[in-house]
Nanobody, 123 residues
Framework: QVQLVESGGGLVQAGGSLRLSCAAS????????MGWFRQAPGKEREFVIA????????YYADSVKGRFTISRDNAKNAVYLQMNSLKPEDTAVYYC????????????????WGQGTQVTVSS
């Protein structure tokens, strides 16, 4: 089992940057694929970005390609989401998620979730 805690959210102006962190508990963190999802008010939770257990493979939603980057540090049981060139449409609660298998890139494909952290991008 994995427990996840996100941090780093906040309010930022359009064009700015934020770095989200996700701290994981458990000695088997390195065997889990990790993903970030987001949910805006009135919308369904959607896939943002994911990374394989080794860090060797990453997947991005088209809406964040070239702007967001995911990385992980298995020695620290942590995964990070670097968000650059933020847009107002990036405003959402961002969730960290874990699963043994990186696919499918949908919320129901991930078993473990954090509580979420709010990201608000002002125009």
């Amino acid at each position: 089992q994995v427990q996840l805690v996100e941090s780093g959210g906040g309010l930022v102006q359009a064009g700015g940057s934020l770095r989200l962190s996700c701290a994981a508990s458990g000695r088997t963190f390195s065997s889990y694929a990790m993903g970030w999802f987001r949910q805006a008010p009135g919308k369904e939770r959607e896939f943002v970005i994911a990374i394989s257990w080794s860090g060797g493979t990453t997947y991005y939603a088209d809406s964040v390609k070239g702007r967001f980057t995911i990385s992980r540090d298995n020695a620290k049981n942590a995964v990070y989401l670097q968000m650059n060139s933020l847009k107002p449409e990036d405003t959402a609660v961002y969730y960290c998620a874990a699963d043994r298998i990186i696919w499918p890139l949908r919320p129901r494909g991930y078993d473990y979730w954090g509580q979420g952290t709010q990201v608000t991008v002002s125009s």
